[in-house]
């Protein structure tokens, strides 16, 4: 069984749709986070939620929301899509922060 | 060779060689900090850590070297081996919160 698993791992899409990336983690982990990597492999953190509740909110357009349905699901949707949100958007997991995160294998959102 | 991470510099070692990675981190405040491998289309993965209270930890072929004073990370790998090939990141913890903020990163390429 994978440890956190996202889906889809490829998202191709027009500008202007509104599209959805879900997170799954099946380590009991407290906390889940977004990250967006862009092109230069640059990684940022976008959100962050503990047990449901959201604790990470860094400067990202409001076009962004993400929701916690319970501590073990993190999805992240994203409405009127623009050129620049095309990146790899990575999940992940921490027990707490003194563990580190558990990455999920990403979902490469591109917006043509 | 080594190389400090900017802008997702190279660095080309030959397979056996050692290999040093350098990260500058941001925080006086950070306790905690992590070095991730990203292989290509994969989330980044936990090689390995170290705890402010420390200035070196050894595990299998990797050593991290933490330097407080000058707010400097390195990675060392010996007998650099073809699977070792991957970007690399070290992130540091901001103590008390669950935030990581990532460096730059590091492609490593070995060379047969």
């Known amino acids: 069984d994978t440890a956190v698993s996202q889906t889809p791992k490829y998202l191709v899409t027009q500008m202007g749709n509104d599209k959805s990336i879900k997170c799954e983690q099946n380590l009991g982990h407290d906390t889940m986070y977004w990250y967006k990597q862009d092109s230069k492999k640059f990684l940022k953190i976008m959100f962050s939620?503990?047990?449901?509740?959201?604790?990470i909110n860094e400067t990202v357009p409001n076009r962004f929301s993400p929701k916690s349905p319970d501590k073990a699901h993190l999805n992240l949707h994203i409405n009127s899509l623009e050129l620049g949100d095309s990146a790899v958007y990575f999940c992940?997991?921490?027990?707490?922060?003194?563990?580190?995160?558990?990455f999920g294998s990403g979902t490469r959102l591109t917006v043509v | 060779g080594e190389s400090v991470g900017l802008h997702l510099p190279t660095l080309s070692v030959q397979e056996g060689d050692n290999s040093i990675i350098n990260c500058a981190y941001s925080n006086s405040a950070s306790d905690y900090f992590i070095w991730y491998k990203q292989e290509s289309g994969k989330g980044p993965q936990f090689i390995i850590d170290i705890r402010s209270n420390m200035d070196k930890r050894q595990g299998q072929r990797v050593t991290v070297l933490l330097n407080k004073t000058v707010k400097h990370l390195s990675l060392q790998i010996a007998a650099t081996q073809p699977g070792d090939s991957a970007v690399y990141f070290c992130?540091?913890?901001?103590?008390?919160?669950?935030?990581?903020?990532f460096g730059t990163g590091t492609r490593l390429k070995v060379l047969a």
């Open positions: 992940a997991s921490s027990q707490s922060p003194a563990y580190g995160y558990t």
């Open positions: 992130a540091e913890n901001i103590r008390g919160t669950y935030k990581y903020i």
């Open positions: 939620y503990n047990n449901k509740e959201l604790i």
